[in-house]
């Protein structure tokens, strides 16, 4: 029987990475979880909004978790960054009655919501280890990938609480995933270091330099793709590698593709995709 989720893609896969919300969709479907969307939902505000304006940022998500407590149902995303606010804003609710009862009397008169703060915040790396298990997803698993593969998760998604059984400061989900998916996964010491993201705006070099670190450590480290599940990560990763070379003279040439894209090509979809990846991976080098 599938599993039901209520579903928030995040902020990047409604722009300027919607490969990432098609994936996640053709991923879901092939692990039998069914996602719900919620019409209405808003942006998590990515903790920027927060900066200018923490009650607005958590009155907006305690409305979207409403919704998807109305569902029944707790909310799936495949962004970190959208995990870590979401889950973040919740705590702060559940933590002061005080904030939890303002910030409803505000929804109710806006909205006519309430927020109880029952539900859970999922990202998907922890619905497969822990809900699916990995057994029954190297069942699954029909395209295997067997390179030697990095995974990144950022900081975001290491909060005690928000990612289950996994270990804030040694994660191994995602090496697991990589194992049963027919690679081999490189444990390298910075893939939970923030890559600077969204900082490459106004603090250039400085997200350059952190961007290169990450790759280059992977790389050096024996990875020749890097799997993120960090969506705004991601985007730093692949996009600004060339220049994050120039910047620092690291070795920064790695594939870097989306945890919903690996897992999407694992499971036997997108093949035409999952070939030109392949062969990127076998040509890209030094």
């Known amino acids: 029987m599938p599993i039901q989720f209520a579903y928030h893609p995040g902020n990047v896969a409604h722009s300027s990475a919607p490969?990432?919300?098609e994936t996640m969709r053709a991923a879901c479907r092939s692990l039998d979880i069914d996602l719900i969307d919620m019409p209405g939902a808003t942006s998590c505000g990515a903790g920027i909004l927060g900066q200018a304006n923490r009650r607005l940022q958590i009155t907006l998500n305690a409305r979207t978790m409403s919704i998807a407590e109305d569902l029944g149902l707790d909310i799936i995303t495949p962004c970190a960054t959208t995990a870590a606010t979401l889950y973040e804003d919740l705590m702060a609710l559940k933590r002061d009655s005080s904030l939890m009862g303002e910030v409803n009397m505000t929804l109710q008169k806006t909205t006519g919501r309430m927020l109880e703060g029952s539900i859970r915040i999922r990202h998907l790396l922890q619905v497969i280890v822990e809900d699916i298990g990995i057994e029954n997803f190297s069942k699954k698993v029909k395209n295997p990938i067997p390179s030697p593969l990095g995974p990144y998760y950022g900081p975001n998604l290491q909060q005690a609480g928000l990612i289950g059984g996994d270990d804030v400061f040694d994660p191994w989900y995602m090496e697991s995933i990589i194992e049963a998916g027919g690679g081999e996964a490189i444990r390298y010491p910075s893939r939970t270091s923030s890559a600077g993201t969204p900082g490459i705006f106004s603090?250039?070099?400085?997200?350059?330099r952190q961007s290169a670190n990450i790759l280059s450590d992977a790389k050096t480290s024996g990875a020749r793709m890097m799997i993120s599940a960090c969506t705004l990560s991601h985007g730093v990763l692949?996009?600004?590698?060339?220049k994050a070379s120039r910047s620092t003279g690291l070795n920064t040439n790695l594939p870097i593709i989306h945890f919903c894209e690996y897992i999407a090509f694992l499971t036997g979809n997108f093949p035409t995709r999952l070939a030109m990846l392949k062969t990127r991976v076998a040509v890209i080098g030094d």
């Not at 692949?238 to 060339?242: K, L, P, R, T, V």
């Open 19 to 21: 490969e990432v919300d």
């Open 203 to 208: 603090e250039e070099q400085t997200v350059l």
């Open 238 to 242: 692949d996009i600004y590698q060339g």
